[in-house]
């Protein structure tokens, strides 16, 4: 990338920021062209919709997401069932906390390269810590790293359109980590 391009793609990753940070999470391309001092254009190169602007905006937070499942992972020998409810938990604050990280991690294709590596490493992580939780017992078979995530997605959800009840989290959590589990 030329340097003026990284400039500006700096500068449009930075009044985005910025807009998000003031509650403002339209993500408007053409308000953020204007904002940023640069041709919509511009705007359009780097990032073809919104969903790509909030990816590159989210990648930061989805790689603190894949070093946590990898610790989850790596930290798993003791007790991979309750790696598991730690990693989860902290995944689920996260998209409670940000609807806009929620949206990257439910989103199902499209993705640019450096989202689709991270989406990769997170499963990746996630598969090795299910395979310790089921070698322990504790996860029923065929149970892959991306049902869990679809899941728990589907939790993020449930919560944010039942009023952010951080009880109901917990509780569809347990309900999740129970259905988990192999057949009695």
């Known amino acids: 990338m030329r340097a003026d391009a990284a400039r500006n793609r700096a500068r449009v990753l930075q009044v985005a920021r910025e807009q998000l940070a003031m509650g ?3 993500l408007m391309l053409n308000t953020i062209a204007r904002l940023a ?9 780097h990032f073809p919709n919104r969903h790509a602007l909030l990816e590159a905006l989210m990648a930061e937070r989805f790689q603190q997401l894949v ?21 989860l938990r902290f995944t689920l604050g996260r998209m409670l906390d940000d609807a806009g990280f929620a949206a990257v991690l439910e989103s199902a294709g ?3 390269a450096q989202t689709s590596a ?3 490493d997170l ?4 598969a090795e810590l ?4 089921r070698r322990a017992g504790a996860i029923r078979y065929g149970i892959e790293a991306d049902d869990v995530r679809r899941l728990l997605c589907g939790i993020g959800h449930a919560v944010r359109s039942g009023g ?3 009880a109901h989290a917990e509780t569809y959590l347990d309900v999740l980590l129970e259905g988990l589990r192999p057949p009695r």
């Open 110 to 112: 499209g993705a640019d």
């Open 123 to 126: 499963d990746g992580a996630l």
């Open 67 to 87: 070093d946590e499942a990898r610790a989850a992972a790596a930290g798993a020998e003791e007790d991979a069932p309750a790696s598991l409810r730690r990693l």
């Open 24 to 26: 403002d999470d339209s």
């Open 164 to 166: 952010d009840d951080a």
């Open 37 to 45: 001092g640069v041709g919509v254009g511009t705007v359009y190169r």
């Open 118 to 120: 991270l989406r990769a």
């Open 130 to 133: 299910l395979d310790r939780a």
